[in-house]
């Protein structure tokens, strides 16, 4: 657990069995970041929020207001995990006190991804950019709370109904299953029940993510995993997640690892 004033982050791996339940009732802003990993379902209540009944998934976000309760109930499943723990005092000017948040369980926000793996990346590197960091990434998230799930948001337009629950679930467990091999849009759309135009639009709002990035963020997770898991060559490492060669995975891997495949394996 990392701890700054008004603000705590913690990194940790969860397993569920078959019917794993949990509560949280705290007196911070809790949210929870799923960086890898999926259950095979997962239902939750936010007191004072909506239900929701779906799956964990890479990049999701999960947002309890303080003081509030949630009730979750999962599948089996394996996740690896951000908390981020905010103050209701580091509101600006006091403003959180007058102000009704919206809870959520599993939805999109790059925004807060983001924030998590900045927190992530400077915890990891032992303070080298110091308080002022942690405290504009703490003022960010405030902000970024108010302005998108309180009473001070702008209310939603009416939308079409879009990929959650058990269709999403079958898209992302497909997508899990066939990591090392051709995956096809045209199938994804088909088991979301959606058409080719539709579905691209309706995955990125349920996960934040176009299709082509969520799979290459999946194949470069699984990558990952195979390096410290395993001696496999990385070329071989490659080619049983999907990559079309050594050089394809390393250039990926760098992106969005920020170091090649080879120099995580020794790290």
């Known amino acids: 657990m990392h701890r700054w004033p ?8 969860w397993r569920g069995g078959p019917a794993t339940e949990g ?49 979750a109930r999962h599948g089996d499943g394996v ?11 580091r509101m600006p000017d006091g403003i959180g006190e007058n102000v009704e948040f919206t809870g959520f369980t599993n939805g999109p926000d790059p925004l ?19 308080s002022l960091f942690v405290d ?31 269709r999403l679930r079958r898209v992302l467990e497909h997508i899990g299953d066939e990591l090392g091999g051709d995956l096809r849009l045209a199938r994804l759309a088909e088991l979301a029940g959606l058409e080719k135009h539709q579905f691209g ?3 990125k709002q349920a996960t934040g993510r176009t299709p082509h990035q969520y ?12 390096l410290t898991r395993t001696e496999l060559p990385i070329a071989e490492i490659a080619v049983a997640v999907g990559m079309s060669s050594q050089s394809h995975l390393t250039t990926v891997f760098r992106r969005l ?4 495949p080879h120099a995580y394996r020794r790290g």
């Open 257 to 260: 690892m920020g170091e090649t």
């Open 136 to 166: 504009s990434v703490a003022t960010t998230l405030s902000l970024h709370l108010l302005r998108r799930h309180s009473s001070l948001a702008p209310r939603p337009t009416a939308a079409k109904p879009g990929l959650t629950g058990a």
């Open 215 to 226: 799979v290459l963020e999946r194949r470069v997770e699984r990558a990952a995993e195979l």
């Open 6 to 13: 008004g603000l705590g982050l913690e990194l940790a791996r």
């Open 79 to 89: 996740l690896d995990y951000v908390t981020i723990r905010l103050a209701p005092d």
């Open 23 to 71: 509560v949280c009732h705290l007196p911070e802003h809790l949210l929870f970041v799923t960086l890898g990993g999926v259950t095979s379902r997962t239902e939750a209540r936010i007191e004072g929020g909506p239900s929701y009944a779906g799956a964990d998934f890479p990049g999701a976000v999960t947002f309890i207001p303080a003081h509030r309760r949630r009730e």
């Open 112 to 130: 807060v991804r983001q924030l998590a793996l900045a927190l992530r990346a400077e915890a990891a590197g032992s303070g080298v950019a110091g």
């Open 201 to 203: 639009r309706a995955f």
